[in-house]
Structure formats: structure tokens, C-alpha cells
């Protein structure tokens, strides 16, 4: 029979991380037509998430674990699970069970009807503040509107992605990685399923908003360089408007006689015109950042221990 893999990226989630297996478990075990196997991604936690996950392993044979030498972070996590997953479908769930595994057959009924990624599109996010919902719908439509490709909104990390979509989410290297931006970059033929997302059952959210900003400047970055054109654009303006402005004050003077204006004008010039040379420089500042980052080859992440040695994709590329 064919194995399904259950990725679940962990930090922290001592709490939550038995309830999930046996939740899970209970729905897996109703699909008798495949094997199925948890790979549990240790991404650094400071508790006992480690512990607990070995001692499930030791009671049950279908848990694989791989323990991160330090916090890399959810994209990261994801990633070193598909380098050493070889099933032949994998599903991303978070251990807080905010994700319901009740939609684990409908999703793989749909895979065997052909689709490649079979994605959970929320309807209904319970526990998250109405200023989380609307600054989340503000930002996906920017980015809609900047990119060359469509990212999906209120769509999140649990899905079914097929054997091919792993290994060409995998061919990617970058360390900097914007997981949702990928999963539509790659392409393949896609399914939605709706649903409500409940809140979470255990344990406290890792996302907190300045977390939040750093990946929406990491969506926006790498996958459009419409904020460069916005910055030349911008700079082209302003120096017509100084241009324009120069010519006024010319004028003024030799035909009128007026003198020219003073101080506070020339320290309103001034200021203005380097808050415009310093938001560009920012904007290019961010790319030349990823750029530097990047070509330094590092490896995106380091394995402390792990039970699984029977394939790992890295060592493959």
C-alpha cells in the first residue's frame, strides 16, 4: 500500500503534541487502503516537546521525529520534513488541532481524483482579533496586486501536496522561504476545501504581530520587485517636483523680485526629500539583505537527532 506522511512542524507544544497523535490517529485509522506515518519536526522547542514526542515513538512504530539544533522557524521546519519524507503524498498539520483531521479523507479522496495540492481555505477563523483578520486581508491583497502569481487567501499550512509538488518545494533551496508564496509558485493542479478554523485546543500562538511583519516583508520581497519600480518611480518624482520648484523660485526672484524663501522652507525640502532617499534605501536595503543572506550557501537548517535514516532528500540534490 501506499504511505501518507503527517508533517507537524513543533515549538513548544508539550501541551498538545499526544492529543493531536491520538486525534489524528483515530481518523487515520478509518482509511485502511494506506499506511500512514507521522513525522514530528522538533523545530528548537524549550520544553519538553522533544520528550514527549520519543516517548510516543518508543509505544508506537508509525512516529518519526527530527530535532532541530535550534528555532529556525515554521518555513524551515517544513522544509527539513519534506527533504526526509519518500511517501507518496504528504499532509502539513500544526499540532494544535486549530486544523480539523476530520477533512483528512475528504482531502485524500480528492488526491486520488488527480488534484496535486489539496489545501484548507478557511471560512471562519474562531480566537484571532478582528484587527489580525483585517490587516491578514489588506496585506494578501497587496501582495496580490505586486505579484506575478496568485497567492491564495485564508488558506494556511494544512494541506495534501502529492509527491511531485514535495520534490519541487524541495529543488528550492532558499533559506528565506515564504511557504504560501511556493505552494502557488510550483504550479500543479489544486482543490480547495472549505471550512471553519476552530481555536486552538492547547497551548498559546508563536505568531506574534512583529513576527508577522517580518514574513509579510518576506511574501512581499520574494515574489515581486514592484517595490523597486515604486522607489525609481518615486525618485523620479520628487526630483521633478525639486526641479519644478527651482524653477519657481527662479522665477519669482528675477521677474518679481520676491525674495528668496528662508529657512523653514529649505529644512522642509530637506527633510522631506531625505525621508524619500531613506524609505528607498530601506526597500533596497531589504532585497540586497535576502541577497546577501543567500549567497552565503548556508544550510538552511541543522538536525540534532532524528530516528529516520532510510532516505533524506538533501543528499539526493
Given amino acids: 500500500m501506499k504511505t ?10 508539550k501541551s498538545g503534541i ?18 500512514f506515518e507521522f513525522l514530528f519536526v522538533d523545530d528548537g522547542s524549550k520544553d519538553e516537546t522533544l520528550h514527549i514526542i520519543k516517548k510516543l515513538q518508543h509505544k508506537n512504530r508509525d512516529i518519526f521525529y527530527i530535532s532541530l539544533s535550534r528555532n529556525f522557524g515554521k518555513e524551515i521546519a517544513m522544509l527539513a520534513g519534506m527533504d526526509h519524507v519518500s511517501s507518496s503524498a504528504v499532509i502539513i498539520m500544526d499540532a494544535d488541532l486549530q486544523d480539523p483531521p476530520s477533512l483528512i479523507p475528504q482531502m485524500i479522496s480528492e488526491w486520488e481524483g488527480g ?4 489545501y484548507a481555505k478557511r471560512l471562519h477563523r474562531s480566537g484571532e482579533t478582528w484587527l489580525k483578520k483585517s490587516s491578514s486581508k ?20 494544512f494541506r495534501l501536496l502529492d509527491k511531485k509538488c514535495i520534490e519541487a518545494l524541495c529543488s528550492m533551496r532558499e533559506c528565506q522561504r515564504y511557504t504560501k508564496g511556493l505552494f ?4 500543479y493542479k489544486k482543490k480547495a476545501i472549505l471550512y471553519d478554523r476552530d481555536s486552538r485546543k492547547t497551548g498559546k500562538t508563536k505568531w506574534n504581530y512583529r513576527k508577522l511583519i ?20 518615486l525618485g523620479f518624482f520628487v526630483s521633478l517636483c525639486a526641479f519644478i520648484y527651482m524653477l519657481y523660485i527662479i522665477f519669482k526672484t528675477l521677474i518679481h523680485g520676491d525674495p528668496v524663501p528662508g529657512y523653514p522652507s529649505l529644512i522642509a525640502i530637506i ?5 524619500v532617499q531613506l524609505i528607498v534605501l530601506g526597500i533596497m536595503g531589504e532585497y540586497l539583505g535576502k541577497m546577501f543572506n543567500e549567497s552565503k550557501h548556508r544550510p538552511a537548517y541543522l538536525i540534532v537527532e532524528s530516528n529516520i535514516d532510510h532516505f533524506s532528500r538533501v543528499n539526493k540534490m
Fill in 4 to 13: 501518507i506522511t503527517i508533517l507537524v512542524p513543533c515549538y513548544n507544544e
Fill in 18 to 35: 499526544e492529543i493531536f497523535y491520538s486525534t489524528v490517529k483515530k481518523v487515520t485509522d478509518t482509511i485502511s487502503r494506506y499506511n
Fill in 115 to 118: 488534484y496535486f495540492d489539496v
Fill in 138 to 157: 489588506i496585506y494578501y491583497r497587496i501582495l496580490n496586486k505586486l505579484s506575478d502569481i496568485s497567492i491564495l487567501v485564508d488558506v494556511g499550512d
Fill in 184 to 187: 502557488s509558485w510550483i504550479g
Fill in 214 to 233: 517580518h514574513l509579510a516583508i518576506d511574501g512581499i520581497t520574494s515574489f515581486s520587485t514592484v517595490p523597486l519600480h515604486i522607489s525609481s518611480w
Fill in 271 to 275: 527633510l522631506f526629500v531625505g525621508g
